[in-house]
């Protein structure tokens, strides 16, 4: 039996995870930065979170939901996407009664959509993202918005495309699927099936179409813009103005609808063509909503959020080279001689992690040529080599494999060696406090800053 992985999934190693682990540690650290902390919600939720979550007008649950009956004949789905599980947590779990508001999570985990799989589309793909609830105004979606533009610039982003758009208020949504439906009634008889479906269930699903034929006929469809309460106009207005007056540019996006039934205002996506002229479709996208949490039976509270791709940030990443190689790189391949000198590696190699080197330990047991070959293939700063003579003088040969140059060096003295020949010795204090030639002993000059080294 040959045994595959199944269609739409696919195993992450190597470069791609380093990319994997890199991208979400920064997602991590600047949602914490804006003062996000995480929310781990399960894989599995009862199907309805879902189907009363995302709509029952969205692609995402007539026909893309990994759902499933358990043992006890529960309907269970796979999450398809983390809003509505995250805010089934917030109103089960009350933390709009026990904490401050605005609640603001940020999660990141796998997610799972029967799509047909094509460049930047799986059935098992990664979302990190966060939701903002508790607070419903202009300004927090606008700091949404910056925050997802932020992490993208700190990954090293240039040149991203972010539209916006406003799905307005209901009064104006309302009016606006009317003034839709009109529309798309003389046409819709020409249109793709899914289309027919989203006339009857939300019409404005078919803004959303990819089918090009139908996109032709959404262009000449009417606009938002033309239903908008007054009131919804301004708020968006308002988006608008905070991006230009944080000099963040963006495009305003017509026929910008998402996905996902729950949106209401202002939506958002970020675009990115790689330089190789790739367009993985959106890296990420989000918006506000103002009727989650009354759904799930909490109270009346807004909310906001984004989620990106995890894998169409890396793959975009890795097609425009901003990805580092490797992002933490074999400092020390310790090489004993023989089996003799197997568990002085070890503790040496201990010793050495302890202390923060990444270490690896050669049991090769091949003649030594061999095994420093092998160091530099792993691109090894050094190789630590043990024999007999070594273990009895209580020392080790440091070989650094970029020049050739070697030491015999004590073991009481390796760290240090290490460290002064990568540099690490040269404290500078990020305030730049250190500067100057006068360190003090455990401490910055500034007392502010611990001295690591
Ligand atoms: P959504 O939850 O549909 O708003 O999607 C949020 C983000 O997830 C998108 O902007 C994409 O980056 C990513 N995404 C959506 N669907 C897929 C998919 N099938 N495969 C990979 N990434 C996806």
Redesign the pocket.
């Known amino acids: 039996m040959e045994v595959k992985n199944v269609k739409g999934t696919k195993d992450v190693y190597g470069k791609e995870v380093n990319g994997f682990q890199y991208v979400e540690s920064v997602m991590r650290a600047v949602s914490e930065l804006y003062g996000f902390e995480e929310l781990r919600t399960p894989v599995i939720e009862h199907s309805e979170v879902f189907v009363r979550g995302v709509g029952e007008g969205s692609d995402v649950v007539r026909k893309e939901m990994y759902t499933f009956l358990d043992k006890g004949g529960r309907s269970l789905t796979m999450r398809p ?1 983390f809003t509505a599980g995250i805010i089934r947590s917030i109103v089960q779990n009350k933390f709009y009664a026990t904490r401050d508001l605005p609640l603001k999570f940020y999660y990141s985990g796998p997610v799972f ?1 029967y ?1 047909r799989p094509q460049l ?3 059935r098992q ?1 990664n ?1 990190f993202g966060v939701e903002l609830v508790g607070q419903n105004s202009a300004q927090t979606d606008a700091e949404i918005i910056i925050l997802g533009y932020m992490i993208l610039k700190t990954l090293g982003f240039e040149n991203l495309t972010l539209k916006i758009n406003t799905l307005g208020d209901d009064s104006s949504r309302d009016e606006y699927k009317h003034a839709l439906k009109d529309f798309f009634s003389q046409h819709i008889d020409n249109m793709c099936s899914d289309c027919k479906s989203r006339f009857e269930l939300n019409p404005l699903r078919i803004l959303d179409c990819k089918v090009p034929e139908d996109k032709e006929i959404v262009k000449h469809a009417p606009k938002i813009n033309e239903y908008l309460s007054e009131e919804a106009r301004n708020r968006f207005e308002y988006v608008c103005s905070i991006l230009e007056y944080m000099e963040i540019p963006f495009e305003v996006d017509d026929t910008l609808v ?3 039934d729950y949106y209401s205002e202002t939506v958002f ?1 970020f675009h990115y063509t790689s330089s190789k002229g790739q367009n993985y ?5 989000g918006g506000h909503y103002d009727k989650l949490v009354k759904e799930f039976g909490g109270p009346d509270l807004h909310g906001v959020g984004f ?3 995890i ?2 940030v890396v793959s975009v990443m890795t097609d425009d080279e901003l990805l580092q190689d490797d992002a933490n790189p074999l400092i020390n391949y310790i090489i004993p001689i023989s089996e003799d000198q197997h568990i002085p590696a070890l503790a040496l190699a201990t010793a050495l992690r302890v202390e923060g080197f990444k270490t690896e330990i050669c049991y090769d047991g091949t003649k030594l040529g061999t095994m420093v070959k092998k160091a530099v293939k792993k691109n090894a700063k050094f190789a630590l080599i043990i024999g007999e003579d070594e273990v009895e003088n209580n020392a080790v040969v440091i070989k650094t494999l970029e020049t050739g140059e070697q030491e015999t060096v004590e073991f009481k003295d390796i760290i240090d060696y290490i460290d002064t020949k990568l540099g690490n010795d040269e404290h500078h204090c990020e305030c730049g406090c250190c500067d100057d030639e006068e360190h003090h002993e455990d401490h910055c000059c500034c007392g502010r800053h611990k001295k690591e080294n």
């Open positions: 996407e959509r799509e930047g589309r799986y793909f979302q998402r996905g996902l996506e479709g959106a890296i990420g996208a989620s990106f791709g894998e169409r």
